[in-house]
């Protein structure tokens, strides 16, 4: 199937519910605190862009999304490497990792709260504990999983740790772990829009409880459409970098 | 054997470790105990609330809740899901609308569900409920979709019926795939249970943690937080436990 | 002697995607004939088993078996595939899978075990039966598809290059299992083998494909006595000559 004709099928089916609910709201000449028209949501969503204020938003999530993900991803990296390559502190720390990794990142909003009140640093807080989960055990099994022979030459080359990590394990298990901190983009941005549906008055998430409040359900809905763009845009976009990046590697990484 | 055991109390060992450093912190008041109560003062937080009901009162409405939902999501996520794994112009017409709702953060449809529910259990559930569906669905579409065609062969020269196909082949082929997308859809019916009984103000842990942050009771809060890594970790292990025993037939690796 | 064979390929042409697979089939089979097809890739012969298993309909001509056309599989036609790794049911034991061809056709369950039980005692897998495929090595994961296609107390054994990824040493003994197991029950079989020396040592006919498009170049008849025996059918003459007549048919193609 050509790749034109693979994308129509693929756009028929929400583009035809789109019109649906067009007419069904033209037809019911809709006025409704709780439902809106796709086309009034597009205006609103036009309006949001044209005042600036849907781009704030979505560069306060983005913001803590990321400053969440870098943080908690960092050092996520940075333990899994330690993990991945030494199992002595792999199994001292087993029952610690399995203990604190249950806790959802939610149940830590009221603590962020109470510890910084509301704002960027809340936020970021909570998205740093929920990216450095994925990324940590992620990390440590792909370093864990770094071919044997590998180490092999390692050793008949006469590398120091450092030199093998830098040169040898860090490289061979990079897809893996490009793939994990995808993964923990994810979650950061959903974990920032769930912190701003919830408590902090910041970002998409927060832009869209205020319109739901507000009564204005066609700028709720362009909101949600939005954060369904970014997601998927985001998603996306770390996806074929992956795919650019990882082409010629060994390993098949989905 | 043996060294497994050793090693797990070590590592239960260094857990101990941890919370003793966390006890000195507290009780030096490295950190403020506004903000970070020691192992101690949480504890007695806790046995208190279990003692006064209140606590067991919130874990019972927010693991009922989470269940409802997982349960209700899983299995319109299964049928769902089958329906569409098995049937290619289905799989071409819905897949990209799939994929793309897959990235889509499901509390942002909580606004939603306040704007036609209101702030009700209704509400917390529904949203549950939806925010649990897609883990399950798309990994049933996916392990449906993957089922190894050369069983599909095996079952026209058996001479299998499409019913006994879809029964005895597709659905345990599918079983890994859906097993995975269930225990994803469960983190997800916790968080979301957490997340709507904080915003609806239901009886539940979600809501008790913001009642105690907000009022600095501060060992409250952390025996609450207590309880839902606990209740986290329980039911994930209770469906590994299921996962196990169900995909025995799997490979060691 | 029937007056009519037991299979009869009656000009038979098949086109896969656009492209000519096998022209003018013209090939006869009684019954009790063990017939080993080879050829180059590419010529055809799994097309040609797939046609006799009713997986494929022939785009001119018949296949016909016992006089009636073949449109479908047939229960008394069993096909064994060569990838047996994807052709068994991993979440089953052995005894679920052999069980499944019996569920198939129907058989009331009281009567399952006992069919089950007798076709595992032939194939050497009795003692196994409540093994899972993945704790089976290659040659017993084979036997296991072997005695699912028994359970159908088939009169025809398709099989696809059923030994080609197994070690020469599993292969032979795999290769004796076989002629005594079809000595016992008269099957007609049906033997598809890149192997050229297997295809003498089994058959007691030859065919060989040519590709490009595929058709029978050379039908020859192997008359070594039976049983055969790995050492001594192998140094005879007659095996030989048969071997070097197949062997330069191949090459001349080239």
């Known amino acids: 199937m050509t790749r034109l004709a693979a994308v129509l099928r693929g756009i028929a089916f929400p583009l035809g519910l789109v019109v649906i609910a067009q007419i069904a709201a033209m037809v019911s000449h809709l006025q409704s605190d709780t439902l809106a028209s796709p086309a009034a949501a597009l205006v609103a969503g036009a309006h949001a862009f044209a005042d600036g204020s849907i781009l704030i938003a979505t560069v306060q999530t983005l913001a803590n999304a990321f400053g969440g993900l870098a943080l908690g991803g960092s050092i996520g990296l940075l333990f899994g490497i330690l993990l991945g390559s030494v199992v002595l502190a792999d199994r001292l720390m087993e029952f610690s990792v399995e203990a604190l990794r249950p806790i959802p990142s939610v149940a830590l909003i009221p603590v962020a709260m109470l510890i910084f009140g509301f704002g960027f640093r809340m936020e970021i807080a909570i998205v740093s504990f929920a990216s450095f989960w994925p990324v940590l055990i992620l990390t440590r099994n792909a370093v864990a999983n770094v071919d044997v022979a590998l180490y092999d030459v390692a050793r008949v080359l006469r590398l120091t740790p450092l030199a093998r990590t830098v040169k040898i394990v860090l490289p061979a298990a990079l897809p893996r772990i490009f793939v994990a901190f995808r993964l923990a983009a994810g979650i950061a941005l959903t974990v920032a829009v769930t912190v701003e549906v919830s408590t902090n008055p910041l970002g998409l998430g927060y832009g869209m409880m205020l319109a739901e409040q507000s009564l204005h359900p066609e700028l709720m809905l362009a909101y949600l459409l939005w954060i369904g763009i970014i997601g998927w845009g985001l998603n996306f976009a770390i996806t074929n970098a992956q795919r650019r990046l990882f082409a010629r590697s060994p390993q098949a990484v989905r | 054997m043996n060294a497994r055991i050793g090693w797990r109390l070590a590592s239960i060992v260094v857990g101990g470790l941890f919370i003793l450093a966390w006890q000195f912190i507290a009780s030096a008041h490295i950190v403020s105990p506004v903000y970070l109560p020691g192992p101690d003062r949480t504890w007695t937080a806790l046995v208190r609330g279990f003692a006064s009901g209140t606590l067991l009162a919130q874990l019972l409405q927010t693991v009922q809740r989470m269940l409802l939902g997982w349960l209700l999501a899983s299995l319109v996520g299964i049928v769902v899901g089958a329906c569409i794994g098995l049937s290619r112009p289905a799989r071409a017409y819905l897949g990209p609308t799939l994929e793309f709702l897959r990235p889509l953060p499901a509390s942002a449809v909580i606004p939603l569900g306040i704007a036609f529910f209101g702030l009700s259990d209704g509400m917390v559930l529904g949203v549950i409920a939806f925010g649990a569906l897609w883990p399950t669905l798309l990994a049933t579409v996916h392990g449906f979709a993957a089922v190894e065609p050369c069983l599909y062969e095996v079952s026209r020269v058996l001479g299998m019926s499409r019913l006994a196909v879809i029964w005895k082949i597709a659905l345990p082929s599918s079983l890994p795939d859906i097993l995975g997308g269930m225990r994803l859809s469960l983190t997800v019916s916790l968080i979301l249970a957490v997340v709507g009984e904080m915003l609806a103000s239901r009886t539940g842990l979600g809501s008790g943690i913001l009642i105690a942050a907000r009022t600095f009771h501060a060992p409250d809060l952390y025996a609450g937080v207590v309880l839902l890594g606990m209740l986290g970790y329980i039911t994930a292990q209770g469906l590994f436990a299921v996962e196990a025993r169900l995909l025995r037939w799997r490979a060691v690796r | ?254």
Not at chain 3, 190 to 197: G, K, R
């Open chain 3, 1 to 254: 002697m029937d007056p009519q064979p037991l299979i009869a390929f009656d000009r038979v042409s098949m086109t896969l995607g656009g492209t000519p697979v096998l022209t003018g089939i013209d090939l006869s089979i009684d019954a009790g004939d063990f017939v080993c097809v080879v050829g180059p890739s590419g010529c055809g012969k799994t097309t040609l088993l797939r046609l006799l298993g009713g997986l494929l309909e022939p785009t001119s001509g018949e296949v016909r078996y016992a006089g009636k056309r073949i449109v479908e599989p047939r229960a008394d036609i069993a096909v064994m595939f060569q990838d047996y790794g994807r052709a068994l049911l991993p979440w089953r034991t052995v005894e679920g899978n052999v069980s499944l061809a019996l569920e198939a056709l129907g058989v009331p369950k009281e009567q399952r075990a006992a069919r089950i039980a007798s076709v595992l005692d032939t194939v050497g897998l009795r003692n196994k039966a409540d093994r899972y495929p993945s704790e089976l090595s290659g040659g017993m994961q084979q036997r296991l598809q072997i005695a699912r296609c028994l359970a159908q107390e088939p009169k025809v054994l398709l099989m696809d290059e059923p030994f080609g990824a197994l070690d020469a040493m599993t292969r032979q003994s795999l290769q004796d299992e076989v002629l005594s197991i079809v000595a016992v029950s008269g099957a007609t079989v049906f033997f598809v083998t890149h192997d050229l020396e297997e295809a003498v040592y089994l058959g007691n006919r030859v065919i060989g494909l040519l590709p490009h498009p595929g058709r029978i170049a050379s039908d020859v008849k192997v008359t070594l006595s039976r049983p055969r025996n790995q050492l001594t059918t192998r140094e005879d003459p007659e095996f030989a000559r048969l071997r070097r007549h197949l062997f330069d048919f191949i090459k001349d193609e080239h």
